[in-house]
């Protein structure tokens, strides 16, 4: 499988140094940091000039706030940030390029209930509707929007990678917060969906890509009974839905657990012969890293 | 009429959809916005099954509207937002499959089947597990998730919500006809979500997230009206009431076996047949109130079906509480 998705995703790589969503579409922030990432896992087959054009396509979109937008298209500072964070820490002379996305994060916080929706909560009308504390902050994917899982585990991996390099600033409790979030929006019997665990008195199911996202964001809290119930929980969503954006995160929050993941590979190389993940950019990058090493670059 | 108790209900609904919902629009939109025309058709075509000949059955009602679709590239929009093994929360593969090979033997030039989920990123595990991937495989069509497809700013062309401009997936711009083709479902925030609301997937998550909640915080009615304004292909509908979903829609609720396809070139006269069918009150419902004003027809006098009667097929689908003011129709 691994010389099959390197070429995938190498097949991929636009002129412009970036990767799109799949082959042929313009290139963004999300795939090219997933796809650097995989590239520099593979460090017994250096990918230089690949990785070089991709560095600099992430380097020369990144905005003077710090930020990146979703692409070209698109020029609004967006939540793909601390995904090139993550993306430029592996390169050892580009930290001070990560700093600043941090502190851009570090700005950003989801919106909270306006005075009707806060009149509403202490009607307790809310309670009915999404069982969640929708005052705890966060990140979201829009500017201003309400804080979700999936966004918020992303900037906790960044800020966590970089909190030692980020005195004087609100880090630690953006961090308490973000795990305060996290849980919070826990499904009944473990692991995330998007982040409502219950709506209208109904529990809702959780999703293993956004499981292992969020467990990976509380890798520093594995002992916590709330991420050994999720861990649990993983296991047995990775046997329901094996594809290859779930599979791979999930390969990635056992290794950094220290779980078994022998049978997990073999299904992944199993199901990439079966739908080759759509020639989706980051599920192929995601399944190089868990295929590798990868694990060690959401490391906190 | 609503009474107050139950405006307020249905008021408290649409204002906390912003945690996952929105707030109240005003009415405007452009000259070019403006679609409604003197009388609109509707088919209700009998379905029995999804292994009934429903290729036949889409054949006819494309027939129906003379629709022409040769040598035209055509966007097939299904529902698919999760997936519930125990659940009927999308459009079924079957309907998929038969609006393939329908548009195909008319002459189409290419059928593409595109949709952005609106919870879940995960295309693969989607289309794999709800059983579209063999359709796609074995028709060999091509597949665009819209929420990762390249965008393009779109100016609006109504200001039901305070969003002036919206990112829309090239596809959209690269084809020649939209069928939206949503699952005949209540749904816990809006009322009812059929052709109109299934649009809500053709807006990228790459750019408004999933949920894609900053069209929830600008207010779900509205962002339907504003979306459904400013698509820049036209449309026609399929809906999937095979099998449809009562109560707590559009995850959570029961399967309801209605036995029909409905279909149309006016999505407003569409949904409100659609809404009617399960004994909804077509104009109780925010944006298809709204919609009836630009977007199309609503009111059942101005609405000529063809096909079967919609009395035989009306089913008495149960909704959740906030939204009892709803199964009051009124003509």
């Given at each position: 499988?691994?010389?099959a ?15 799109g ?7 963004n922030?999300?795939?090219t940091?997933?796809a650097l ?6 460090d017994?087959?250096?990918f ?8 600099k396509?992430l ?6 706030d710090?930020?990146w ?11 793909t940030?601390?995904?090139a ?48 504390d ?10 201003g929007?309400?804080?979700w899982v ?14 030692g ?21 826990m499904?009944?019997?473990g ?24 467990l990976i ?5 594995a002992?916590?009974?709330?991420n ?12 329901e ?8 995160w ?8 220290n ?6 590979k ?8 079966k ?10 990058a ?6 590798g090493k ?6 906190v | 009429?609503?009474?107050?108790r ?12 912003s ?10 939109w ?10 609109s ?15 036949d059955i ?10 022409d ?6 966007v097939?929009?299904p529902?698919?937002v999760?997936?519930?093994p ?13 609006a ?14 595109a949709?952005?989920?609106g ?18 495989n ?9 929420n990762?497809d390249d965008?393009r ?7 039901f ?6 990112y829309?997936?090239?596809?959209l ?7 939206s ?11 009812v979500?059929?052709?109109?609301k ?5 807006v ?10 900053a ?20 449309q ?16 959570q ?21 659609a809404?009617r069918l ?12 709204m ?15 063809v096909?079967?009667?919609l ?7 149960r909704?959740i ?11």
């Amino acid at each position: 499988m691994i010389e099959a998705a390197i070429d995938l995703l190498l097949g991929a790589q636009n002129e412009d140094g970036g990767w799109g969503a799949v082959k042929g579409k313009r290139s963004n922030t999300e795939s090219t940091s997933f796809a650097l990432m995989a590239l520099k896992s593979l460090d017994d087959k250096p990918f230089n000039r690949q990785t070089a054009a991709g560095l600099k396509w992430l380097l020369q979109h990144q905005r003077d706030d710090g930020s990146w937008s979703l692409n070209d298209a698109s020029k609004q500072s967006s939540w793909t940030t601390p995904i090139a964070v993550l993306a430029l820490l592996p390169f050892q002379d580009q930290r001070e390029h990560a700093l600043r996305a941090a502190k851009w994060v570090l700005t950003q916080e989801g919106g909270k209930p306006g005075w009707v929706a806060s009149l509403l909560v202490r009607l307790s009308l809310v309670k009915k509707m999404t069982e969640l504390d929708p005052y705890l902050s966060g990140w979201s994917w829009t500017a201003g929007a309400f804080s979700w899982v999936e966004p918020t585990s992303y900037s906790l991996m960044a800020l966590k990678k970089l909190k030692g390099s980020l005195d004087g600033t609100n880090c630690e409790e953006r961090i308490r917060q973000g795990e305060l979030l996290i849980y919070d929006r826990m499904c009944e019997n473990g692991g995330w969906n998007y982040g409502n665990s219950r709506v209208l008195g109904e529990a809702l199911w959780p999703y293993p890509e956004v499981t292992a996202v969020a467990l990976i964001a509380l890798q520093d809290r594995a002992t916590n009974d709330a991420n050994q119930i999720s861990l649990r929980a993983l296991g047995v969503m990775m046997r329901e839905a094996a594809s290859g954006t779930a599979l791979s995160w999930g390969i990635l929050c056992l290794t950094l657990y220290n779980q078994n993941l022998q049978e997990w590979k073999r299904i992944l190389v199993k199901n990439f012969e079966k739908t080759r993940f759509l020639g989706e950019t980051k599920a192929v990058a995601l399944a190089l890293l868990a295929s590798g090493k990868g694990a060690s670059l959401f490391r906190v | 009429m609503m009474n107050r108790r139950e405006f307020i209900k249905v008021s408290a609904v649409a204002s906390l959809s912003s945690l996952a919902g929105g707030c109240g629009p005003s009415v405007r939109w452009d000259r070019d916005a403006y679609r409604k025309t003197a009388t609109s058709r509707v088919a209700i075509l009998e379905a029995k099954s999804y292994r009934a000949s429903l290729e036949d059955i889409i054949s006819h009602g494309i027939h129906l509207f003379k629709l022409d679709v040769k040598g035209k590239r055509i966007v097939l929009k299904p529902n698919l937002v999760e997936f519930d093994p125990k659940g009927v929360i999308n459009t079924d593969p079957a309907v998929i499959e038969a609006a393939i090979s329908s548009f195909r033997s008319l002459g189409a030039r290419e059928v593409v089947v595109a949709e952005g989920p609106g919870h879940r990123r995960d295309s693969e595990y989607l289309l794999t597990a709800s059983g579209i991937y063999d359709v796609i495989n074995e028709h060999r069509a091509r597949y665009v998730d819209l929420n990762t497809d390249d965008v393009r700013r779109t100016k609006l062309r109504s200001s039901f919500t305070n969003l002036s401009e919206l990112y829309l997936p090239e596809t959209l711009f690269n084809a020649d006809l939209l069928v939206s083709m949503p699952k005949l479902k209540t749904h816990h925030w809006a009322g009812v979500t059929l052709s109109l609301k299934n649009m809500f997937g053709v807006v990228p998550g790459s750019v408004y997230g999933w949920p894609k909640n900053a069209l929830h915080w600008a207010g779900i009615h509205g962002s339907i009206l504003d979306i459904n304004s400013s698509l820049p292909i036209p449309q026609f509908a399929i809906v999937d009431g095979v099998v449809g979903m009562e109560g707590n829609g559009p995850l959570q609720g029961q399967a309801r076996h209605s036995g029909v396809l409905i279909l149309g070139d006016d999505l407003a006269a569409v949904d409100a047949t659609a809404a009617r069918l399960m004994t909804i009150e077509p104009r109780k419902i925010e944006y298809l109130e709204m919609a009836g004003r630009f977007l199309g027809n609503i009111s059942h006098e101005r609405i000529e079906l063809v096909g079967e009667r919609l009395e035989r097929f009306q089913q008495n689908y149960r909704v959740i509480e906030h939204f009892q003011a709803l199964k009051v129709l009124t003509g």
